[in-house]
């Protein structure tokens, strides 16, 4: 599985490019944060959450799976 978190305001990296990427990239997750920039100031706390529920939910899966 593989998670892309994106600020909807990145000013370095087009988040255009997040969504090209969720077209290749199989097994992908797109999470655009709305109003981030690239270093998402102001963000910090939706990030991680987004990130560790990400992980939790990769791990709950793989336990299921898991032989």
Do not use: C, M, W
Request: aromatic share 6%; charged share 20%; hydrophobic share 35%.
């Amino acid at each position: 599985r593989v998670l892309t978190i994106h600020g909807s305001s990145d000013e370095i990296i087009p988040v255009q490019d997040a969504h090209e990427f969720a077209k290749i990239i199989p097994n992908h997750k797109l999470y655009i944060i709305e109003g981030a920039d690239h270093a998402y100031t102001n963000h910090q706390d939706e990030l991680s959450s987004v990130a560790v529920s990400f992980i939790k939910e990769t791990i709950d899966q793989n336990k299921g799976t898991a032989s």
